[in-house]
DNA sequence: AAGAAAGTCAACCGCAGGGAG
DNA sequence: CCTCCCTGCGGTTGACTTTCT
């Protein structure tokens, strides 16, 4: 097809933002909202791509951010996260508020495939180890849910929810659809056959930044519209089931919710 | 104290999906 | 219905920092 280049690169800056971009770039949104970044870089003064210009301000200048060290609490939720949606990591990200999904696959990459390698499971797939020797030696026990710990006597923070409705089937995914899917392994078992998520989470507001005054006052353009509906997609959207009974932007949450795991073709959890 | 190795994380790249025209 | 544009995502890279020898 030939796609266009994002930017002119030979005008561009690349590698590490100043303090005086970051300002730019801050100004600029708080003034005028996200959106649009193709041509945010040259209203805001800023010699970058507008790509960059959104990670940028995606991954490290929101305010509301949560910059910080993980909880254990955040470990486990992201491992079971992960052994239901795979490499999904702005889904990820989605029911951990204040984190990005940059920081979440940097944050898996570097310690909770270490973590899950000392307990004898391998991070692809979630399953033990063939030996499980590491399991043996580290003295963990793989036994429960897929390999991960019994969760903490304490009752778990409210987080999040994936919320689906008991009587909600996923379309199965065609090898075309999920065939990019990340999650790698060997397929020839459910990824977590006896995996108890116990995510008794619910639905938070979406964690998109304030929009600026100047917006909300103002009759809203189609863009800031857009903005608004983007900031509202809730799971079920990223699911595939939005639209449908099981989206809680129509109905209220019904009880005895459950996760169904479309990621792996025909099984479902 | 200096150099090497390992770890961390911000940023870039290319691709895919959705929507507008 | 088709084409093109824009945005967002996931994988990867490389600079910087920390730890080890």
Same mark, same amino acid.
Do not use: F, K, M, V
């Given at each position: 097809m030939g796609r266009s280049p994002c930017c002119e690169k030979a005008h561009t800056n690349k590698g590490a933002w100043t303090k005086e971009e970051d300002q730019r770039l801050i100004a600029y949104i708080k003034a005028h909202?996200?959106?649009?970044w193709r041509s945010l870089p040259k209203a805001a003064g800023l010699l970058r791509c507008g790509k960059s210009c959104r990670l940028r301000w995606m991954n490290?200048?929101?305010?509301d951010l949560k910059r910080g060290n993980f909880t254990d609490d955040d470990d486990e939720l992201i491992i079971k996260l992960h052994a239901l949606l795979g490499n999904k990591w702005s889904l990820i990200a989605g029911q951990? %508020?204040?984190?990005?999904d940059n920081e979440i696959k940097n944050y898996w990459n570097t310690h909770i495939k270490r973590k899950l390698l000392s307990r004898?499971? @391998?991070?692809? =797939?979630h399953r033990p180890l063939s030996g499980g020797s590491a399991a043996a030696a580290s003295g963990l =026990?793989?036994?429960s849910t897929a390999g991960f %710990?019994?969760?903490?006597p304490a009752p778990r923070p409210a987080r999040p929810v994936i919320a689906i409705p008991p009587n909600v089937m996923f379309a199965r995914p065609t090898p075309s659809e999920?065939?990019?899917?990340?999650?790698?392994?060997? =397929?020839?078992? %459910?990824?977590? %056959? @006896?995996?108890?998520?116990?995510?008794?989470l619910s639905v938070g507001p979406p964690c998109s930044p304030p929009k600026t005054p100047a917006a909300a006052a103002s009759t809203p353009t189609s863009q800031q519209q857009q903005q608004q509906k983007r900031a509202t997609i809730c799971l079920c959207y990223h699911l595939g089931v939005?639209?449908?009974?099981?989206?809680s932007c129509k109905t209220a949450l019904p009880a005895g919710f459950r996760f169904l795991r479309p990621l792996e073709e025909g099984r479902y959890i």
């Open positions: 909202g996200e959106g649009c490290y200048l929101r305010p951990l %508020p204040g984190r990005t004898g499971i @391998d991070p692809q =797939t =026990t793989t036994s %710990p019994s969760p903490s999920d065939g990019h899917s990340s999650s790698g392994g060997s =397929t020839d078992a %459910p990824r977590c %056959p @006896d995996l108890n998520l116990d995510l008794d939005r639209g449908g009974e099981a989206c």
